[in-house]
T-cell receptor, first 111, second 116 residues
Framework: AQSVTQLGSHVSVSEGALVLLRCNYS??????LFWYVQYPNQGLQLLLK??????LVKGINGFEAEFKKSETSFHLTKPSAHMSDAAEYFC?????????FGTGTRLQVFP | EAGVAQSPRYKIIEKRQSVAFWCNPI?????LYWYQQILGQGPKLLIQ????????DSQLPKDRFSAERLKGVDSTLKIQPAKLEDSAVYLC??????????????FGPGTRLLVL
């Protein structure tokens, strides 16, 4: 069975600082992995996805994630945080065509 | 291109009442999903439709929840009777084909349900 674990339910950074949101996966087959962002009172928006092509995946809004099989990780990063990045971020793994989500990480950005 | 539409956006009901949510997927998308997102948790799949047939409803509490997608387009999710623990955001998503692990799902804004 597939699953994801997001370490840290809350992450706080200063504007301009590096953003690092952690996600580890468990999968019995080569995984397909996704990061979604959820702004307050909105639905989920796809940031990026890994589908076994390049291990470094670039997404929207300056985010990227690196697939590391040896560490079973798919951490999300952004070099410089912006106030508008404040939101909840979900990592997900695809099982069949069903998404299994982690519990989410709430990102706060301080001026 | 219009996104996934959902209504209502908010609903407050008392326990044991019934409630219905509506979803209109992106035009041409064959697969439609309903997720339940409880506060502090990630979304959990309730039911998946491929056109107007059910692909997966293993996590749907069938004693109180029902869903339909009669013409392979719009969908309705109903809860009858509602319990306090049904308070959550109900998200609808759609994808173009379905059946592919790498396919992107597009989400609507959700319906926030509060059961008192």
């Amino acid at each position: 069975a597939q699953s994801v674990t997001q370490l840290g339910s809350h992450v706080s950074v200063s504007e301009g600082a590096l953003v690092l949101l952690r996600c580890n996966y468990s999968s019995s087959v080569p995984p397909y992995l996704f990061w979604y962002v959820q702004y307050p009172n909105q639905g989920l928006q796809l940031l990026l996805k890994y589908t076994s092509a390049a291990t470094l995946v670039k997404g929207i809004n300056g985010f990227e994630a690196e697939f590391k099989k040896s560490e079973t990780s798919f951490h999300l990063t952004k070099p410089s945080a912006h106030m508008s990045d404040a939101a909840e971020y979900f990592c997900a793994v695809s099982s069949s065509d069903k998404l299994i989500f982690g519990t989410g990480t709430r990102l706060q950005v301080f001026p | 291109e219009a996104g996934v539409a959902q209504s209502p956006r908010y609903k407050i009901i008392e326990k044991r009442q019934s409630v219905a949510f509506w979803c209109n997927p992106i035009s041409g998308h064959a697969t439609l999903y309903w997720y339940q997102q409880i506060l502090g948790q990630g979304p959990k799949l309730l039911i998946q439709f491929q056109n107007n047939g059910v692909v997966d409803d293993s996590q749907l509490p069938k004693d109180r929840f029902s869903a339909e997608r009669l013409k392979g387009v719009d969908s309705t999710l109903k809860i009858q009777p509602a319990k306090l623990e049904d308070s959550a955001v109900y998200l609808c998503a759609s994808s173009l084909v379905g059946g592919g692990r790498q396919e992107t799902q597009y989400f609507g804004p959700g319906t926030r349900l509060l059961v008192l």
